[in-house]
């Protein structure tokens, strides 16, 4: 069965039905974004309205096309999609994406046209993505199926996260956030009115799928309750599961059903089954973003136990009343590592949680300090406030704590501020460290950490090294 | 007594004691941060162990200063304050910023220097700010005694914004936060310690200020509560007040305590102070400068109603339930409005609250949109949603829009992503239209504008414009 969404990521024919030669066109834009992902295999432009295409020979049918095609990307007025989804079906097409809306959130003639389409595929075993969404993007095979151009959406490099989405606004915010800060992604799919495929058999694909260690989603409804709670709670055992769920309220209900023609479910039946199948739940889109960070670039801890470093006290004040909001526990030191901090720290060090370096803080003091917290058993995070604009703090305290990863502890940083301080963390986060622009940020990823990494060691009983 | 103040923010002889040669030295960089930020009075490096720095004649003490001097700004060491500061006392300084640590967040000997710090000033009847600070920003005169530099902390321009803080890493974050999106300040003041100067007199000052339109603090402790309140709700009936109080938790509280000696309130009897005062009380440093924003930027609404725009559902199903979630009242718009929506958008529009153009929307569908819901007097305030990432959106989008502030209603943005977008941004902000990088974000920030406005209107009944 999962077999059956190769095509959609790994296809080595695509047609773009619906063309153009019109720059801000969809079906232009989805073409310029194929060739410039740098998609390897054979793309075929369809229009019967020109015999070529950005420099590709154009075609009048997909029926015409001489090569295998495996993936059809629709760019077409909706009420065409189901005469089109039908050569496709001739043609051999496995797959199809149905960027176009106008299907079933329309209600009405859309609703008729999403139901033709559905049983069109049916018949010849070919499979949906959407309709009304943006599509497909896989950066280790260039299938990039967006019509938001790259001038105007970056796109981030292979990495190990999967996003899924039902709102591809949201799927062009994060991919762009990801870019931004350098973090790679193994596959991307809005998947919008889930005509056929759903977030299932997408969980089923991708706990399979050997580049994706964590699966997160952005969703307002769930196509089958039931079957998503079982593939969530196997796939979960395997590797973290997010989930950001949109339509918590009766107002939020009643615009995503204007959205995807589906009906939101009952925001506390859905959150208690997504508990026990060990889903992380986040509540925005930042605390998702953030939360997607820590996992993809931090080891699993060993348990809990916060400790903090600073040049600055403020956010450590702020990170302390979330820490006790959100359940997060600071670590207490052992004796040994108190004396190490008296020892080898400036005498205005205040030692305490966070360890307060103040505003004279060199690089040899965050690493005398991290070192000594990192040896200690009671430490199993390490959480680094950053002032940069701080002069005295040297610009290689980056370089000097991104070393402090052998220790194999979670190492998290939080700094905020303009363009010196975006340059640093920039460097923090290339050096695998994820980094926070607030306290509360910081904190809220951490505790969805801590919390998967120990519902899963209770659950399997084996040690997370 | 609030003219004592005008020594900070409007000196013409200033005094740097403790100037340093050595780049990177505190003394150093607060003498380049004045000689950086266009200071045009006198500036006199004092230090015995040079004869020049930075080009300008150094003294061996105050008392040698032939011209009149206002204000010191010292960065030499704790125990060599109250002796200096007698020196300052004689020499007839007027105000003094104590940026070196030690003092009473240190305990011990630091207390006792404080309170001889605090005698010698008062001999004199010199004010202090801090110590255990990062001191005084006003762009409009140029004083500025950051040991941050301008190349790892940019300035923002003059403007109408107060921000007070008893964090200077906090200072430092929203000050760049506002520079980068070109933002302005009226005066800023990290008070530390706030050995002297206190809440309430600066309040009493800033509530005076023509050039300050709003009033922002992060606080940890109060110094005197009821002084406190009192000047808030004489302050805010003029102009609105933002406050941040950390330590609301008993971590946060023992935190609070390290970092400036004072002890933090108890939260639920603060909060309940403020809200009487009509303090718009924020819980993170995102809420405060998202609140700043809408408040410096956008004019009073006239009652409570927000109607939404956008081409990409998602964050519309967001806001939906943000708004139930924190209780914004959506727009019901008339049957007039909704004919004029029929008639002027594409039959793909969805007509609701949003409006949805979808991914199709041009910036004629936008303008047509936004003008039809100005005119409906049901809606109070315009929030545009925008995926500038989806290429049918023109560039212009932004400067016709902006010509809506005509109507004379607030307008708000949202919208995230890579550079494209954060461009777009810039220049909606630049044209005045607060934009927030997430749905929830912007529904808080309404929240807290609405119902400052709301209850000033309660108050003085007198009909704002």
Same mark, same amino acid.
């Given at each position: 069965?999962s077999?059956?969404?190769?095509?959609?990521?790994?296809?080595e024919?695509i047609a773009v039905?619906?063309?153009?030669r019109?720059?801000?066109?969809?079906?232009?834009?989805i073409?310029?974004?194929?060739?410039?992902?740098?998609f390897?295999?054979?793309i075929?432009?369809?229009n019967?309205?020109y015999?070529?295409? =950005?420099? =590709?020979?154009?075609?009048?049918?997909?029926?015409?096309?001489?090569?295998?095609v495996?993936?059809?990307?629709?760019?077409?007025?909706?009420?065409?999609?189901?005469?089109?989804?039908?050569?496709?079906?001739?043609?051999?097409?496995?797959?199809?994406?149905?960027?176009?809306?106008?299907?079933?959130e329309?209600?009405?003639?859309?609703?008729?046209? +999403?139901e033709?389409?559905?049983?069109?595929a049916?018949?010849?075993?070919?499979?949906? $993505?959407?309709?009304?969404?943006?599509?497909?993007?896989?950066p280790?095979?260039?299938?990039?199926?967006?019509? +938001?151009?790259?001038e105007?959406?970056?796109?981030?490099?292979?990495?190990?996260?999967?996003?899924? /989405? +039902?709102?591809?606004? %949201?799927?062009?915010?994060?991919?762009?956030?990801?870019a931004?800060?350098?973090?790679?992604?193994?596959?991307?799919v809005?998947y919008?009115?889930?005509?056929?495929?759903?977030?299932?058999?997408?969980?089923?694909?991708?706990?399979?799928?050997?580049?994706?260690s964590?699966?997160?989603? %952005?969703?307002?409804?769930?196509?089958s309750?039931?079957?998503?709670?079982?593939?969530a709670?196997?796939?979960?055992?395997?590797?973290?599961?997010i989930?950001?769920?949109?339509?918590?309220t009766?107002?939020?209900?009643k615009?995503?059903?204007?959205? /995807?023609?589906?009906?939101?479910?009952?925001?506390e039946?859905?959150?208690?089954?997504?508990?026990?199948?060990?889903v992380?739940?986040?509540?925005?889109?930042?605390? =998702?973003?953030?939360?997607?960070? $820590?996992?993809?670039m931090?080891?699993?801890?060993?348990?809990?136990?916060?400790?903090?470093?600073?040049?600055?006290?403020?956010?450590?004040?702020?990170?302390?009343?979330?820490?006790? +909001?959100?359940?997060?526990?600071l670590a207490? %030191?052992t004796?040994?590592?108190?004396?190490?901090?008296?020892?080898?720290?400036?005498?205005?060090?205040?030692?305490?949680?966070?360890?307060?370096? /103040?505003?004279s803080?060199? /690089?040899?003091?965050?690493?005398?300090?991290?070192?000594?917290?990192?040896?200690?058993?009671?430490?199993? $995070?390490?959480?680094?406030?950053?002032?940069?604009?701080?002069?005295?703090?040297?610009?290689?305290?980056?370089?000097?704590?991104?070393?402090l990863?052998?220790?194999?502890?979670?190492?998290?940083?939080?700094?905020?501020?303009?363009? %010196?301080?975006?340059?640093?963390?920039?460097?923090?986060?290339?050096?695998?460290?994820?980094?926070?622009?607030?306290p509360?940020?910081?904190?809220?990823?951490?505790?969805?950490f801590?919390?998967?990494?120990?519902?899963?060691?209770q659950?399997t009983?084996?040690?997370y090294?």
């Open positions: 069965m077999k059956q969404l190769d095509p959609f990521f790994h296809a024919g039905i619906g063309a153009s019109e720059p801000g066109k969809i079906g232009h834009e073409l310029r974004s194929l060739i410039s992902s740098g390897k295999g054979k075929y432009p369809v019967p309205k015999d070529e295409v =950005l420099g =590709l020979k154009c075609y009048n049918s997909v029926l015409e096309i001489p090569g295998k495996d993936l059809a990307v629709f760019a077409i007025p909706a009420r065409l999609v189901p005469r089109v989804a039908d050569e496709c079906g001739r043609k051999g097409v496995r797959a199809i994406v149905v960027v176009s809306g106008g299907f079933r329309a209600g009405g003639e859309g609703e008729k046209l +999403q033709q389409l559905v049983s069109t049916e018949k010849y075993g070919m499979r949906i $993505i959407g309709p009304n969404c943006i599509g497909i993007y896989n280790y095979t260039g299938i990039d199926t967006f019509f +938001q151009s790259h105007r959406m970056i796109r981030p490099p292979p990495g190990s996260i999967a996003f899924l /989405t +039902q709102s591809g606004t %949201y799927g062009c915010t994060v991919l762009e956030w990801l931004q800060e350098g973090i790679g992604v193994s596959k991307f809005s919008g009115n889930m005509a056929d495929v759903d977030e299932a058999e997408l969980i089923n694909y991708l706990a399979e799928d050997p580049q994706t964590l699966i997160a989603f %952005y969703m307002e409804s769930v196509k309750g039931r079957r998503f709670i079982e593939a709670a196997k796939a979960s055992l395997k590797k973290p599961i989930v950001l769920k949109a339509g918590r009766s107002a939020g209900v615009a995503a059903l204007s959205h /995807t023609g589906r009906i939101a479910g009952r925001y039946v859905v959150k208690a089954a997504l508990r026990k199948a060990r992380i739940q986040v509540e925005t889109i930042e605390e =998702l973003y953030d939360t997607m960070k $820590i996992l993809a931090a080891p699993p801890p060993k348990g809990e136990g916060l400790a903090m470093i600073t040049n600055g006290a403020g956010p450590c004040v702020m990170a302390a009343d979330a820490a006790e +909001q959100y359940g997060v526990k207490s %030191y004796k040994e590592t108190v004396e190490k901090l008296r020892e080898k720290l400036p005498p205005y060090a205040l030692i305490g949680n966070p360890v307060d370096l /103040t505003g803080a060199t /690089t040899r003091d965050y690493v005398n300090a991290a070192e000594a917290l990192l040896e200690d058993p009671n430490v199993n $995070i390490l959480a680094l406030f950053f002032v940069f604009q701080d002069t005295p703090l040297e610009d290689e305290v980056v370089d000097e704590v991104a070393a990863k052998k220790y194999g502890k979670p190492i998290v940083a939080m700094a905020a501020g303009g363009p %010196y301080t975006q340059e640093q963390v920039k460097r923090l986060q290339k050096n695998g460290i994820p980094t926070y622009p607030t509360e940020r910081l904190i809220k990823a951490v505790k969805h801590t919390t998967y990494y120990l519902k899963i060691k659950t009983k084996i040690k090294k």
